[in-house]
Structure formats: structure tokens, C-alpha cells
């Protein structure tokens, strides 16, 4: 299993950004994919996942509205797409996958088996 964000830097407050996620090494129908997040001093924070057979997403509430995860199959890719960030968005945002026999919905990191190996986010004028 590999999985590889990219798409991360320095954005103003009130910017966009958008993180990438390639996957590979698994069957994608098998798992979900989440976006974590975690900020120096703070546990790791589960933001999104999207269903990868289907496309169901889920959000936290500190995201909604504001962050879409969304999939491309033929790429194996997920997105992030980061709008209207904050300062207190700026962390190493991570990928990670569970199997859909697991409560990927709930966004608890215990619940996900591989991760990548993350990309800064910095919100900052």
C-alpha cells in the first residue's frame, strides 16, 4: 500500500488550496479514504472520507462547507479541495485508508491502517 499526498504550501486566510492523495497497492472498491489533519501541539484531527466504490463523502464539522473531498478512479486519486482556510486550518494534512467493514464515517484515526507520509498546510499573511 502506498499512498502519497501532494499540494500542500503557504496560502493567505481566506485562500484555496488543493491536496492530492495517489494511491496505490490495494482495490480501491475495498476502502474508504480519509483527510486528517494534525496542528503542532494537537492530536490528529479526522476532517473527511469519501467511499471510494461509490463516492459517499462525510465531513467534521470544522470543515464542512468549506473543504470537498472528491475521487478520481481513473487516477486513484483523492482531493481535498481547501476553500475559505483559516489560520487554525494550517497543519500536516494526511491520507489514510480503512476498509469499509470499519466505521470510516466516524473519522477516528484508530480506525484507519495506512497513512502517507503528509503535507504541510500554512495559513499565514
Known amino acids: 500500500v502506498q499512498l502519497v499526498e501532494s499540494g500542500g504550501g503557504l496560502v493567505q486566510p481566506g485562500g484555496s488550496l488543493r491536496l492530492s492523495c495517489a494511491a496505490s497497492?490495494?482495490?480501491?472498491?475495498?476502502?474508504?479514504i480519509g483527510w486528517f489533519r494534525q496542528a503542532p501541539g494537537k492530536e490528529r484531527e479526522g476532517i473527511s472520507s469519501?467511499?471510494?466504490?461509490?463516492?459517499?463523502?462525510y465531513y467534521a464539522n470544522s470543515v464542512r462547507g468549506r473543504f470537498t473531498t472528491s475521487r478520481d478512479l481513473a487516477k486513484k486519486t483523492v482531493y481535498l479541495q481547501m476553500n475559505s482556510l483559516e489560520r487554525e486550518d494550517t497543519a500536516v494534512y494526511y491520507c489514510?485508508?480503512?476498509?469499509?467493514?470499519?466505521?470510516?464515517?466516524?473519522?477516528?484515526?484508530?480506525?484507519?491502517?495506512?497513512w502517507g507520509q503528509g503535507a504541510q498546510v500554512t495559513v499565514s499573511s
Open positions: 489514510a485508508i480503512c476498509p469499509l467493514g470499519k466505521d470510516y464515517y466516524r473519522l477516528r484515526p484508530d480506525e484507519f491502517d495506512y
Open positions: 497497492g490495494f482495490t480501491l472498491d475495498d476502502y474508504a
Open positions: 469519501i467511499v471510494m466504490s461509490n463516492g459517499n463523502t
